[in-house]
């Protein structure tokens, strides 16, 4: 596949980004490739996808599977145990999981994060987010990433910038915004 320029350059970007582009314009796509060159490069560590509901995560996680099994095969771990539905294993020792909210992120506690991923961010209730903050601000420091998209424009990037805040408090954060990805990427049709 030839990825699109906006698709080029949140491949090319770092730390945190904010991807807010129209339907069906190729978010997940570009996510799925980033997930799984995240995963493979860098060993021992954990790649959160999150949804507003487990079809969403689901669907994310299949085109991560299809990328992985195309490019990465050899780079999985063989067995059914390290590959679930919700749940991917890499040799390095680096796992994605991929995982529905809920309305306030109770199934998600209890996770030590290096990248995460929000998947229609906009849907993405604000008591999730709180329930995440921990989970990513012990990684910060060490290099974790925050990546958010969604094809609706406000309320995502009012749920993005909460979520940087709410870690800001602990640790220093470089603050992307401005010259954040989004802001390059086509306006959306409809959300
Ligand atoms: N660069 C590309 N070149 C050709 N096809 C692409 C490209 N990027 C994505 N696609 C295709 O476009 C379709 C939509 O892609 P994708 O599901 O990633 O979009 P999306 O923005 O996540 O959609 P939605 O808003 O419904 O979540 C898929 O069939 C995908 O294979
Ligand atoms: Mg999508």
Redesign the pocket.
């Known amino acids: 596949?030839?990825?699109?320029q906006w698709?080029q350059d949140v491949l090319a970007a770092e730390g945190n980004l904010a991807i807010r582009?129209?339907?069906?314009?190729?978010?997940?796509?570009?996510?799925?490739k980033l997930a799984s060159d995240y995963a493979k490069n860098n060993p021992k560590k954990l790649v959160m996808v999150i949804a507003s509901t487990e079809r969403q995560a689901y669907?994310l996680f299949e085109?991560i599977l299809d990328y992985m099994f195309i490019n990465y095969k050899e780079y999985l771990k063989k067995g059914k145990q390290y590959q679930t539905k919700t749940k991917l294993e890499l040799k390095n020792g680096t796992k994605i999981y991929c995982l529905p909210t809920g309305l306030d992120g109770r199934g998600i506690r209890g996770f030590t994060v290096d990248l995460l991923i929000a998947?229609?961010a906009a849907f993405i209730p604000r008591a999730v987010y709180n329930a995440l903050t921990p989970s990513i601000a012990t990684r910060i420091k060490t290099g974790a990433r925050i990546t958010s998209?969604t094809?609706s424009q406000i309320k995502h990037l009012l749920h993005f910038i909460y979520l940087l805040r709410s870690v800001q408090g602990k640790i220093k954060i470089f603050w992307r915004l401005k010259k954040n990805v989004c802001l390059k990427c086509p306006t959306p049709k409809s959300t």
Request: charged share 25%; aromatic share 4%.
């Open positions: 596949m030839i990825y699109d698709q582009s129209g339907r069906q314009t190729g978010k997940s796509t570009v996510i799925s669907l085109k998947d229609e998209l094809a």
